[in-house]
């Protein structure tokens, strides 16, 4: 999936059950990149793409499903129908490939798409020119799968790129996971969910000398001229987290701060002035 992934765990079994269990995690991980990376041209997505329509998986199906859910949550500022625009704006490949500097960005692709996911048929059907891109809720979901395994072997944390999922506690306390706040770092403890960062600060590079990023705005079919560089959600699961996070960034800080104080999703928001804020509760 293009990212790091480091799976943890305290064992509450025996060596050979918790080796087994991170062995199981570790499958799981590679399975459902075999499903849901656009960046393979045999996984299940990269199919789904091509043919317009497809008989897909339980799994491919699940996280289509989510992901149109989460569409209609958030108003469209998640959409994983971007496809289109991810590839005008350049990130048309693995992100360690993507040049410094490549030709003038294509133009703009809204998002909005058509998708028919009908899970009494198993079947998929895209709207024409409509292609879909997984990326972070694929790396959620992936994290909360793996999570899932290593959770029935005792208490774990997996971290897929920054897209975290954690089950039960380290030694009786939360788990510690830092995060960059005011130009420092904060401690926030998990016990149970997920947390994830979405921000347009690190992965960027230049189109026609216009400098690009890999959070689209759905709504301009660009990348989002938001006035936050980063944040940070916690939710109920990876995936969830993943999507606030991404929602949240395009929003914009002054919106961003009412929908996540409304929600009570504890959020971290780093400013492009490097003011950074907790709202959601979050302490």
């Not at 008989?55 to 209609?72: F, G, H, K, N, Q």
Request: a negative charge; proline letters at 5%; aromatic letters at 2%.
């Amino acid at each position: 999936m293009g990212t790091d992934v480091e799976l943890l765990l305290v064992p509450a079994v025996d060596a050979d059950e918790a080796e087994e269990a991170l062995a199981g995690a570790e499958r799981e991980i590679a399975r459902i990149e075999d499903v849901a990376s656009r960046f393979r041209h045999d996984s299940e997505l990269s199919r789904l793409n091509a043919a317009g329509t497809l008989e897909v998986s339980p799994d491919l199906m699940r996280i289509v499903t989510l992901a149109l859910a989460m569409r209609d949550a958030t108003g469209g500022r998640f959409d994983p129908t971007v496809h289109a625009a991810m590839i005008a704006a350049g990130y048309d490949r693995t992100l360690a490939d993507i040049p410094a500097d490549g030709p003038d960005a294509g133009a703009p692709q809204p998002g909005g798409g058509e998708v028919v996911a009908d899970p009494g048929t198993g079947r998929i059907t895209l709207g024409a020119g409509v292609a879909l891109d997984l990326g972070g809720i694929a790396k959620g979901w992936a994290a909360d799968r793996a999570a899932d395994i290593l959770g029935m072997a005792g208490s774990c944390l997996v971290s897929m790129g920054g897209d975290i999922a954690v089950r039960g506690s380290l030694d009786g306390e939360p788990w510690p996971i830092e995060v960059e706040h005011g130009g420092d770092t904060a401690t926030i403890g998990l016990t149970r969910g997920g947390m994830a960062t979405s921000g347009t600060d690190r992965r960027r590079w230049r189109r026609g000398g216009e400098q690009m990023h890999h959070v689209i705005d759905p709504v301009t079919g660009r990348p989002s001229t938001t006035d936050l560089v980063r944040v940070t959600a916690i939710a109920e699961d990876a995936a969830h987290a993943e999507v606030w996070a991404t929602a949240l960034l395009v929003s914009g800080a002054s919106a961003a701060t009412e929908e996540a104080d409304r929600m009570g999703m504890p959020t971290v928001l780093v400013g492009s002035d490097g003011h950074t804020t907790s709202v959601g509760g979050l302490v």
